[in-house]
């Protein structure tokens, strides 16, 4: 096992580099000058736009800029962002835990609804049952999530007043920032009602992250569970007379878990997708909204730094589904 | 943290004592987020919003829903008989907020003033380079390099500025986000300390309210600063709550979430309209959208070619569709709201069999030109190509042919700059200090062909009276002037004036005493909320 992970860990390097060049070369590809943004409907001279090329080292060569990058990478420096003036990874580590609250609730919620939607599918195949929750799967599959998350504040909070409009928690509850999760942290702040108000703060852009992951996941539980019901061990338990529930809960679906742990696994890059979305509509102060705002103003530092810490988090998040395949089946181990 | 703290205790309070205690917080829905606090680092409005107004004030400030000019942190100044020094005398026994670290041993004075201007320029002043990428952006686009020669300190009360030329608009510029006054001893302590950045991130003023506290893109917290000089005001704290889409601003607002919004879908209007608890108040803008012909090219250097396209454009019908309703007919360069306005003008009657005759009658037939639509949307724009794919059947009714070009932002700003360039650009302006120099010069100057001057039109009489404007001190005699330039605009049409936006303010009916800013800011000083 241990060899196992550090493999699959030596593999992380060469990809680090590479994400390295292409979230580098990514943002500057594309058209459009930070410092021609600066200065706006105004324009600038050519003298000043030589003096902030300078200043921000644009004029140096774009390989030795990449090298520059590269050392500061290696020194834990990802840069200093245009526009706010300060350190990206100072930046990420403010905004972050907001994405991770927010896509862990998605996750767990999609995950625990999804697989014994799936399952449930599965065992009354042909069924109306499985036919809703396959019709409901492919309806949330196909939602465009900008649309879903305004029409469900209209509906909850605009017209039923059910749950808050947008935020993280109420503007009467104040407390500085411990760990960064809301949830947590309105805990450690004893402030009567704070956790109450977090939690509902939460519910819509968790159902609105979670719609796409929860239907993926149904649908792939569903496959992974007919095929692994169709096979002769399955049978075999059967027939021995063990429960239903048994044979299901334990021959088939632990077999069946191991695509869908790799969907999940893949549902964590859609998360982080789907919150750049989700984040603009609920005004969720995460990493999404962060690097969209950034890539509008061509904030060259913050682009490269989050899709590089992004690219970090979902190849870790990788080596972890590896790692559970190899707890879940041995064969893979070797 | 001792304001966190203050603050901390206060809610406590009001949790024990229940409504009986309860503190008046006006929440404002706004559209983004700040960059930083200290204003003279940036440009965007929003981030002005969120610094300069509440926290600093300046020498002069903009009088409430004007853009003239009145005393601030100056009491009083005279300008020397050769318009070249301006001597300022401060005002006394003005405070400056404090925080966890900081509590100020005086008050503010000569040294604040100097402090506050000289980091924008002296490169061996500490806080120059600060942060890294500091390029002082709005004190370089002012020309106040060029303008100011010296800042000097004559006593502990007493500011002696020396310009390079007489240039009247150099007040207005004082009352701009950039002139912020910040307090010299607490940069000093910061810089001791070695956390300049500080500077810009709890950020130090002599305004309305005091910063408590920024959670990143979620919202900034100020309480009402007990020792204002300019008397407390009604409302105890004031949260911004950073709502980046408009269409969830107004559910919040709607839900009660929030007491102020900015800048609602102009579609929405008529809905905040109807609703019985809101107030929607209403001003042009600042701004003004224009369609800029290049006027030393065939065969738009004839000012009769450009009246003639001028009237074919239904300038109606674009307000209609474009602006969805939010935006006026602009007949001037400058907006309404501006002073030395010029309400005589006449605006070319949209008629387009006269426009056709007119074309024809200059000389001109089988015309075939290139319009520039913007690709991104501007207050003063909102749909640059929509409005590009009007004028072009508008244009295609009197039988001029019209093929529309984009390019990236950045590419478009620089590329419509260019002396060369073909056809007529669509772009617009958003004023900066209020004064009529700030169009007039900067758009339409002949210092500004190649660059800002998209129309490239240099024209010597207008360019004489805005000059000669500059060098007067009397603002009558000013506007005297500059509503001769707008004649000679009008007449010599270097653009087709197309709109002036307007900005929509939605409240709850319960606020009062909130005046919008022609501006275009957002304060929330003076403002109350009935109980």
Not at chain 1, 22 to 49: C, K, N, Q, T
Not at chain 1, 122 to 135: L, P, Y
Not at chain 2, 444 to 451: E, N, P
Not at chain 2, 482 to 503: D, N, R
Request: glycine share 8%; charged share 20%; with cysteine.
């Amino acid at each position: 096992m241990f060899r196992f992970a550090l493999s699959r860990l030596a593999l992380i390097v060469p990809t680090f580099i590479g994400v390295s060049i292409v979230a580098f070369a990514f943002i500057r590809l594309l058209p459009g000058d930070p410092i021609m943004l600066l200065a706006g409907e105004r324009g600038m001279s050519a003298e000043r736009y030589a003096e902030l090329q300078a200043e921000m080292g644009f004029d140096r060569p774009i390989v030795a800029q990449y090298f520059d990058y590269l050392l500061g990478l290696f020194q834990g420096d990802l840069g200093t962002s245009i526009v706010t003036k300060r350190p990206v990874l100072e930046e990420f580590f403010t905004l972050f835990p907001a994405t991770i609250e927010l896509a862990f609730c998605a996750i767990v919620l999609a995950t625990t609804i999804g697989i014994p939607l799936g399952v449930l599918a599965a065992v009354k195949r042909g069924s109306w049952i499985d036919q809703t929750v396959m019709g409901t799967a492919l309806v949330g599959y196909s939602m465009p999530i900008f649309w879903w998350g305004l029409l469900l504040i209209i509906l909850f909070s605009g017209t039923l007043g059910w749950t808050p409009v947008s935020g993280r928690i109420s503007l009467m509850y104040f407390f500085p920032p411990v760990t960064g999760f809301m949830l947590i942290d309105s805990l450690l702040s004893g402030q009567e009602g704070a956790f109450t108000s977090a939690l509902s703060h939460l519910i819509l852009p968790t159902v609105v992250l979670a719609t796409i992951p929860l239907a993926v996941i149904a649908r792939q539980t569903r496959s992974a569970m007919l095929e692994v019901l169709g096979e002769d061990y399955v049978r075999t338990a059967r027939s021995k007379g063990l429960s239903p529930r048994r044979v299901i809960g334990l021959h088939a679906l632990r077999n069946a878990m191991i695509p869908v742990i790799t969907t999940v696994g893949l549902q964590v890059g859609v998360l982080l997708a789907g919150a750049i979305l989700t984040e603009t509509i609920f005004s969720w102060p995460g990493i999404g909204k962060w690097m969209v705002d950034s890539v509008f103003r061509r904030d060259y530092a913050v682009v490269q730094g989050g899709l590089l810490l992004i690219a970090i988090i979902i190849m870790f998040v990788n080596l972890i589904v590896d790692m559970l395949y190899g707890l879940i089946n041995p064969r893979i181990r070797h | 943290m001792r304001n966190l703290k203050t603050l901390m205790a206060t809610t406590m309070l009001v949790a024990c004592f229940g409504a009986a205690a309860q503190a008046k917080t006006l929440v404002y829905c706004s559209e983004g987020s700040p960059e930083g606090f200290d204003p003279a680092l940036y440009t965007a409005g929003t981030t002005f919003d969120a610094s300069a107004h509440p926290i600093y004030n300046r020498l002069l400030e903009f009088k409430k829903g004007t853009t003239e000019t009145e005393p601030g942190l100056a009491e009083s100044w005279e300008v020397s008989e050769d318009g070249l020094e301006y001597t300022f005398t401060l005002r006394e026994g003005v405070k400056f907020h404090s925080n966890d670290a900081f509590t100020p041993s005086r008050d503010f004075n000569a040294d604040d003033v100097v402090f506050s201007f000289e980091r924008q320029f002296d490169e061996e002043n500490a806080y120059n380079a600060y942060v890294s990428g500091a390029s002082w952006e709005y004190y370089n686009s002012m020309s106040m390099p060029d303008l100011v020669e010296s800042i000097e300190k004559v006593d502990d009360m007493t500011v002696k500025f020396t310009l390079s030329e007489p240039n009247a608009p150099f007040l207005a510029n004082l009352a701009m986000p950039f002139a912020s006054i910040m307090s010299k001893e607490y940069a000093d302590q910061l810089q001791e300390a070695g956390t300049p950045e500080q500077l810009n991130q709890a950020p130090i003023g002599t305004g309305p309210f005091e910063f408590v506290a920024y959670q990143t893109d979620a919202t900034i917290r100020y309480q009402s600063f007990d020792d204002y000089w300019n008397g407390v005001e009604a409302i105890d704290d004031l949260v911004f709550a950073i709502t980046t889409d408009a269409s969830v601003r107004q559910q919040r607002l709607v839900a009660g979430e929030c007491h102020v919004m900015a800048y609602p879908n102009p579609a929405d209007v008529a809905s905040l309209q109807e609703n019985p608890d809101l107030t929607v108040m209403e001003q042009e803008g600042l701004n003004v959208g224009y369609f800029a012909y290049n006027t030393q090219q065939e065969p738009f250097d004839d000012p009769a070619v450009r009246r003639a396209l001028n009237m074919a454009i239904n300038k109606q019908a674009i307000i209609d569709a474009v602006y969805q309703g939010a935006g006026t007919v602009a007949k001037a360069p400058i907006p309404p709201t501006m002073w030395s306005y010029n309400d005589n003008l006449v605006d070319d009657e949209y008629d387009s069999e006269a426009a056709q005759a007119a074309l024809e009658e200059a000389g001109v037939t089988d015309l075939s030109m290139k319009i520039w639509a913007m690709p991104v949307s501007r207050p003063y724009n909102p749909n640059a190509r929509r409005m590009a794919e009007l004028i072009q059947a508008d244009f295609d009714r009197i039988g001029v042919d019209v093929e529309i070009v984009s390019y990236e932002w950045g590419e478009y700003l620089e590329r419509s700059s260019a002396e060369d360039r073909d056809g007529a650009v669509l772009l617009g302006w958003t004023g900066d200090n209020g004064d009529p120099d700030n169009f007039l010069a900067v758009l339409l100057g002949c210092d500004a062909v190649g660059g800002a001057n998209r129309a490239q039109w240099c024209n010597e009489e207008f360019d004489k009276l805005v000059q000669d404007a500059k060098s007067l001190e009397s603002q009558e005699e000013r506007a005297e002037l500059y509503m001769q330039a707008q004649e000679i605009f009008k007449e010599e049409a270097p653009w087709a004036t197309i709109a002036h936006s307007i900005v929509y303010v939605p409240m709850q009916s319960s606020v009062s005493g909130f005046v919008q800013s022609p501006l275009g800011d957002m304060t929330f000083d003076g403002v109350d909320i009935a109980e």
